[in-house]
T-cell receptor, first 114, second 115 residues
């Protein structure tokens, strides 16, 4: 049973345009969400996070939006750059979970075309 | 460079064999996590250790075991290997006991191929 779902395995976007990556979750106990980025032959690296007390968190070109009622979050990248081409993983956890590690989605492969 | 070191980077072995994957966490991190990424799958949590003790267990098979040593490095032992065990195995570390800060630091992974 997938608790964190990324339904789009891949996404292709033109350079300079907006990339929108989506993530849905089923566990209502989740209240802290993260995005990780993974390049080939490297481990995932932390990108941005959001807690459930917020509905938006912004860091430069990256913005994460959270819709708790819909159990949905999205990552917006504006403007998209070729260097953003990577696999993006959505992850979730109960805040101050103590012993509960992050639950990851299957990832979305973003290709930014120059 | 995340500061997390995993060895070996690549490993090819046969069914029925046993392998050991090693992880050195970031300096000062007490928690080590093991994740498995199979083809077309996300990162599946296997097991977590904190300061030498098992903290949480995920979908880890009985054929798999792990431990964390006093110097905080960790080993994941995979035995009676099957074709389906072929995957990328990631180790991650964090400074806290849980993932309450959210951020895990991942190694580059160990790619296991079982033939």
């Amino acid at each position: 049973d997938q608790q964190v779902k990324q339904n789009s395995p891949s996404l292709s976007v033109q350079e300079g345009r907006i990339s929108i990556l989506n993530c849905d979750y089923t566990n209502s106990m989740f209240d802290y969400f993260l995005w990780y980025k993974k390049y080939p032959a490297e481990g995932p690296t932390f990108l941005i996070s959001i807690s459930s007390i917020k509905d938006k968190n912004e860091d430069g070109r990256f913005t994460v939006f959270l819709n708790k009622s819909a159990k949905h979050l999205s990552l917006h990248i504006v403007p998209s750059q070729p260097g953003d081409s990577a696999v993006y993983f959505c992850a979730a956890s109960p805040w101050n979970s103590g012993n509960t590690p992050l639950v990851f989605g299957k990832g979305t492969r973003l290709s930014v075309i120059a | 460079d995340s500061g997390v070191t995993q060895t070996p980077k690549h490993l090819i072995t046969a069914t029925g064999q046993r392998v050991t994957l090693r992880c050195s966490p970031r300096s000062g991190d007490l928690s080590v996590y093991w994740y498995q990424q199979s083809l077309d799958q996300g990162l599946q949590f296997l097991i977590q250790y904190y300061n030498g003790e098992e903290r949480a267990k995920g979908n880890i098979l009985e054929r798999f075991s792990a431990q964390q040593f006093p110097d905080l490095h960790s080993e994941l032992n995979l035995s009676s290997l099957e074709l389906g065990d072929s995957a990328l195995y990631f180790c991650a570390s964090s400074s806290s006991a849980g993932s309450d800060t959210g951020e895990l630091f991942f190694g580059e992974g160990s790619r296991l191929t079982v033939l």
